[in-house]
C-alpha cells in the first residue's frame, strides 16, 4: 500500500476543487510587473431592489447566473466586452462576468 504523500492529505483536507464554468472564458494575468488585472468595487446598488449584482456565465443578461456580488465586495477586473467585464474575486477565486454600471475603477 502507498503512503500517503502531506500534498495529498492536505488536499483531501480541502476538499474538492470545483472547476467554476463559464461560457465566454478570460484569462487572469497578473505578474506583479505590468498591469493585468485592476482593482474596482462594487458599489451603487439599491438595498431597496435586487440589492445584487449578477455573476454570469459570459458577457451578456441572456448568460446563466452564478453568483451574487453585493456593495463593498472587491473585484478584479481582466477582460471587457462592451460594457461587460470579467472578473475574479474571493477566496477561492471565483470568476465571472458583471456588468460595469456597478464597478467603481481603483479598489485594492
Not at 462594487?42 to 438595498?47: A, F, I, N
Not at 449584482?53 to 471587457?80: M, W, Y
Request: hydrophobic share 35%; aromatic share 8%; net charge neutral.
Amino acid at each position: 500500500m502507498k503512503t500517503p504523500t502531506l500534498v495529498g492529505i492536505l488536499c483531501l483536507l480541502a476538499g474538492p476543487v470545483i472547476a467554476q464554468q463559464l461560457d465566454v472564458d478570460f484569462s487572469i494575468v497578473e505578474d506583479g510587473q505590468a498591469a493585468g488585472c485592476a482593482g474596482s468595487i462594487v458599489s451603487g446598488l439599491d438595498p431597496n431592489g435586487d440589492g445584487f449584482l449578477a455573476v454570469r456565465t459570459g458577457p451578456g443578461s441572456d448568460f446563466r447566473k452564478i453568483d451574487e456580488l453585493h456593495n463593498g465586495n472587491q473585484v478584479r477586473t481582466c477582460a471587457r466586452t462592451g460594457k461587460w467585464v470579467g472578473v475574479y474575486y474571493g477566496q477561492p477565486r471565483q470568476k465571472g462576468w458583471v456588468h460595469s454600471n456597478w464597478l467603481i475603477d481603483g479598489a485594492g
